[in-house]
């Protein structure tokens, strides 16, 4: 972005602006380049961008791998690994293989390159506050404290966060997707399917971070959930189904499964009136492979007047939609007070908690 624009953006002063863009230059947080020549008369605005040396870690353990990255400010993916696991991990195996895979990471780095912290994106209910998993059913979890260990074994605070809910983020901010003001994001993955919801640009988390799972609403049938419900989402709707061998049977299980998502989106429909649903995860080839069974499904278990406004998309962020959320977790309380967390940094120390402080959307590109 040029800094005339950000100085439109902001409605700040051209001075006021030019003396922050220094300072946060100065702090390697932002920097300015000459434009590319144009044709425009006068002398052209210089354009402001984050700092490529400036990165967050994004780790996401999930039932059978643990998927470590690293993102610049600004949501570049530089570099995933994903590490597939025996069976699963618990909290202590998957911090130790983390910061092994985190130590080897940085050692690559350039010299000027600066990590500021590690987000992690987890399957389940997490404590926002306090970086705590109070439960990950797949992962077997209970009342881990996932910021506090990693942040002791690899020295760098961490954040953690559910996973659905940092994809919404990244897919708000950083997907190609117009007008995402009201929307939906579902994430199907490998441990069962949860969602984060953006209501007027702001990620709804709830009272304490656990607002959207959508994988444990009803959808009907009497099958029994490791919840202790019966006929929850994710008991119609796995990614193990979706990727069934028998090309024989997976035309009508995709189906059949896409009708049982329809019900669970037509009560989102109902309950939200989101613009946007955006599908990540296995979730993502259901638009493509499902469309009518999903769209039927949702129009009769929905108003017509929200249904029809609807647009359900796959996440156009790939497989990166998670990596690039969880270090959105990381970046953002540098984001809301810069020249703190550099002060921090400069005197060495860290903080293992997140106060309650939210995770901005309302990001300037
Ligand atoms: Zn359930």
Redesign the pocket.
Known sequence: MSRAELTRRTGLSRSTVKDLVEELAEHRLIEETRPAASAQVGRPSPVVRPHPSMLAIAVNPEVDSLTVGLVTLGGNVLEVTKRATPGVLTAEQTVDLAADMIDRLRSRLEPDCTVTAVGVAVPGLVHAAGSTIRLAPHLDWHDARIGEMMGAATGLPTFAANDANLGAIAEHIFGQHANAEHMVYVNGGAGGIGAGVVVAGQLFDGAAGYAGEL??TFVGGAKQ?????TG????EVSQSQTFEKDSSVRASTVERQAHYLGIALGNVVNLLNPGLVVLGGFLRVFPSVAATALDEAIARHSFRAPGEMLRIVPASLDADTLMIGAAELAFAPLLANPAALYHQRVNGDHAGERDDQRVGLDRLE
């Open positions: 994988g444990h959930c490791h919840c202790g419900a929850c989402l994710e008991t």
